[in-house]
């Protein structure tokens, strides 16, 4: 999804749909070890990562590894991961959190689990406390670089 996208989609389908980006990870149980359903990965092929998360042990670079190739995601830029993972409990810090790992040719970093998950906020419209304009906006192609309606500070950057 992006802002050419979410326009095309609203004409398709008549929906208002949202796909989230830029939700930051604060807890350690969002860690890439810890977490119990999947952990989400984005996937820069063919590049050196420019911040690889240093001195990780043998032992998680392996699970992290082994998790990362075995997944059955089929997803080229976003690969979910089945967790939890044998990680080394000395690597698993909310300083690690959004670990940055090479992979042979390719960076993996990991993001918060709903990154780039699309959400569906036609029923949202009618209830929004800022007035319906501030979902609609988005299926007519405004975009966070455009001015923002009504001079509401920071609408819209939740949702990117």
């Not at 796909?19 to 952990?39: P, Q």
């Not at 059955?72 to 300083?95: E, F, M, S």
């Not at 992979?103 to 699309?118: E, L, N, Q």
Request: glycine fraction near 6%.
């Amino acid at each position: 999804m992006n802002e050419t996208n979410i326009p095309r989609f609203y004409s398709a389908g008549d929906k208002y749909v949202f796909a989230v980006k830029g939700i930051v990870m604060e807890n350690l149980d969002e860690h890439a070890c810890l977490e119990s359903d999947k952990s989400r990965w984005v996937i820069e092929t063919n590049t050196t990562c420019s911040s690889p998360t240093p001195n990780l042990s043998n032992v998680t670079t392996l699970a992290l590894e082994t998790a990362i190739l075995s997944s059955a995601d089929p997803n080229r830029y976003i690969k979910d991961v089945d967790g939890p993972l044998a990680c080394d409990p000395d690597d698993v810090t909310v300083d690690t959190l959004g670990l940055q790992i090479q992979i042979g040719a390719d960076c993996y970093t990991h993001v918060h689990k709903d990154y780039m998950s699309v959400f569906d906020f036609t029923g949202w419209v009618s209830n929004h406390p800022g007035g319906p304009e501030h979902i609609q906006k988005w299926a007519t192609g405004w975009n966070a670089t455009d001015s923002v309606p009504n001079n509401v500070p920071g609408e819209g950057m939740w949702m990117r």
